[in-house]
């Protein structure tokens, strides 16, 4: 592991030692869009997605694009970046650590950095324990073709992941209760009015709802869409959750690992799991990120990200680690870090940002290679 400038190595220890960490989320699912009439998330969960854009998800473009407007979105602040550089310096080194030496890491220590969510139990855990469905599950979703671009275009087909009719690509759409519900009369049963137990507990669904697309055989995930139980709770009921109102299995990397594992073929299963190369955030509109990202693109003497290829920026520099530890960084960063076991020890190496046309949202993509034997911190 190596820092390639002494002025970086010290922005970052600076960085550690002036924030305070409180983000130990490794079991929080991060809020990336809010569940608002705006947001995919309110979207019906039977919606289909004809190739090119119909009127209305044009319409939905414009509203996401006026609610993440880059010229209203400040520069990240002094505490705000700090933050997250921090958070995606701890990320990076962990990286290099093998799962003991990770978990070691955690204050208190841990055996493991492990998931608490084994791989051989996901599917017990997830849909009869914790509430979780996944009902809309579908191959060749026109939600991963041409509706971001001709630079998102250009994105995959150059990494291999998929060209017309993208029959390799799977799309899972995890969610924490069912839209389409009904009674025995056939009446609708509303997500406030729904409830699940467990371990002799009654619970109230949250309304959380995590979308993306898996390629095995290329090594890719592309998440676009993803709300918290958290956020989700609070817009169904009107009020903040309590810790213990929440589904013990909410994290964003949990639920990335659930569908990586199924691969694209889940009745057959992913042949190989250890072939995460690349992941995609889509979209980006959490102000957070966004904030953050004009700050690195700034370090750079751009005003804005460009369509494909874009800029990348390298995790061992204080940019990348800043992108890293932002809102829509982290779960990929928890997903490496807590599947060392399933997965091999990999590094998130590099975070380009780029977008598919002129005036749309960004997207994050996220280049991950896997550590020699012989560089891995035991």
């Not at 003991?100 to 849909?127: I, L």
């Not at 993306?212 to 609070?234: C, Y």
């Amino acid at each position: 592991m190596k820092i390639t400038t002494l002025a970086a190595a010290l922005a970052i220890f600076a960085c550690i030692a002036n924030c305070t960490l409180s983000d130990t989320a490794d079991t929080l699912f991060h809020q990336i869009f809010s569940a608002t009439s705006d947001s995919p998330a309110a979207t019906t969960s039977n919606e289909t997605y004809a190739p090119g854009a119909t009127t209305a998800r044009l319409q939905q473009r414009e509203r996401l694009a006026r609610r993440a407007n880059w010229d209203l979105s400040p520069m990240a602040s002094d505490e705000l970046w700090c933050a997250a550089q921090a958070k995606g310096a701890q990320m990076y080194y962990n990286f290099w650590k093998s799962d003991a030496a990770a978990g070691r890491a955690y204050d208190p220590p841990r055996v493991s950095a492990n998931s608490v969510f084994r791989a051989d139990n996901m599917n017990n855990m997830m849909y009869s324990t914790w509430g979780w469905s996944d009902g809309d599950r579908k191959y060749n979703d026109a939600v991963f073709n041409d509706f971001y671009g001709p630079g998102w275009i250009d994105c995959v087909r150059s990494r291999g992941i998929g060209i017309t009719p993208w029959q390799d690509i799977y799309a899972y759409h995890f969610s924490h209760g069912a839209a389409n519900a009904r009674d025995e009369h056939g009446q609708p049963i509303l997500l406030n009015e729904q409830s699940y137990q467990a371990y002799g507990y009654n619970y109230r669904v949250t309304g959380a709802r995590a979308k993306f697309g898996v390629q095995d055989r290329a090594g890719s995930m592309m998440v676009s869409i993803a709300v918290s139980p958290a956020e989700s709770f609070k817009t169904l009921y009107g009020r903040e959750a309590h810790p213990n109102e929440l589904p013990q299995l909410r994290s964003l990397s949990d639920l990335l690992w659930a569908g990586w594992q199924r691969g694209s073929n889940p009745y057959v299963g992913n042949p190989n799991v250890k072939n995460l190369n690349s992941m995609f955030m889509m979209w980006i509109i959490n102000t957070d990120t966004l904030s953050i990202m004009k700050r690195a693109l700034h370090a750079r003497g751009k005003d804005k990200y460009s369509v494909w290829p874009g800029d990348d920026f390298s995790t061992a520099e204080p940019e990348g680690q800043a992108l890293l530890g932002s809102p829509n960084g982290k779960p990929m960063g928890y997903l490496i870090n807590q599947r060392k076991l399933d997965m091999g020890v990999k590094l998130i190496y590099n975070i380009r940002v780029f977008t598919g046309n002129n005036g749309d949202l960004p997207i994050m993509m996220f280049w991950l290679q896997n550590i020699r034997d012989d560089q891995v911190q035991n």
